[in-house]
């Protein structure tokens, strides 16, 4: 059970509620080209307006370094009032908390609903500054923040807001994604397999050692497993290769042992002669990957044992695809493991930006569990990191 309060908690009727939600969707030209962030963030705005709650919504939008309206949230204000079917007031102050945004507040009645220019048009924001989350708290009496994407890092709309609101809860998206990564990773139903891939084992350090101490089976594929295959004494060709990391994959192979999980690499992988999809490539055992040739992808004999493995399993994370899947002679991993997991009873997981991106390309993305909105934040939760996002937020009385 989760131990946040949530939307369902609270008591919102003449009340402004400041929602933080993730509004980052992508722009081109002044147009939205997806709005389904937007989309997403509706159930929580719906239930505080049909509780008679004032709304007051921000979000950040990309990573301008100084006031820039090529990043100001006034297309998302539009595209929200046409899905709400309702008024969203643009408070369009470069300062985010400036006149417009106070007379917008001012002036609302209950059900309304006013929108904050982007919250990365003041400085502080990424500092967890002081003065722009008791700025952003003025306007509010109870804070919920929504955006799971945001939630790994301490900003002032955020995290520090919440020092200055009476009350604070988790919107639905955000409750959503820690209930399911939180039981998935905290207290799954056995058998728990995590199927680890993408391109470095860098990037994925410590979500193999902590997950090392949850899980009954770790397959591991992608770029990141030849320097796996590497540390068992392979040569692994012009494969992706992290040598300063050889040593660490010996140990998480060790410590593997230990903990008494099994750990399954690639036995056959597909081999270019160049990265790119038109080349020559032809499947090899993975102990025989010669030099002038880079694995792209696992190969057949792989999919079938990962997908076994997948099979009986009641709780699967997937975090990393298992070949470049962008390059269509390469996707058939992924593809393989996307339906393997599609196929399980249990409860199917995916976390990571681009993994989120491949299920949804290659079609699998209503047949599973949960794929999480937040890549980055849902790497740290695989960490076993809290998340100070989520940390900030009222435990439940
Ligand atoms: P996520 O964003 O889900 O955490 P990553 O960013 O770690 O995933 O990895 C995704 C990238 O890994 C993809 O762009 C994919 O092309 C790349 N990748 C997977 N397998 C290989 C490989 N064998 N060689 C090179 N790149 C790979
Ligand atoms: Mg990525």
Known sequence: MLNKKTVDDLKVSGKNVLVRCDFNVPIQDGAITSDARIVGALPTIKKLIADGGRVILCSHLGQPKEVDPAFSLAPVAKRLG??????????????????NARQAVSGMKDGDVVLLENTRFRK????????????LASLADIYVDDAFGSSHRAHCSTVGVTQFVKESAVGYLMQKEIEYLGNAVNNPVRPFVAILGGAKVSDKINVINNLLEKVDTLIIGGGMAYTFLKAMGHG??????EADKVEYSKQMMGKAKEKGVKLLLPIDTVVSDKFS???NFKTVESSKIE???MGVDIGEKTRELFAAAIKDAKTVIWNGPMGVFEMENFNKGTIAVAQAMADIDGMSVIGGGDSAAAVIQLGFADKMSHISTGGGASLEFLEGIVLPGVAAVEDRA
């Open 236 to 241: 692994v060709g012009d494969s992706l290769l």
């Open 82 to 99: 046409e899905l709400l079917d309702k008024l969203v007031v643009f408070a369009a102050d470069d300062t985010v908390v400036g006149d």
């Open 277 to 279: 999809n038109d080349s």
């Open 124 to 135: 502080e924001e990424t500092k967890n500054g002081e003065a722009f989350s008791k700025d």
């Open 291 to 293: 030099d002038g040739w």
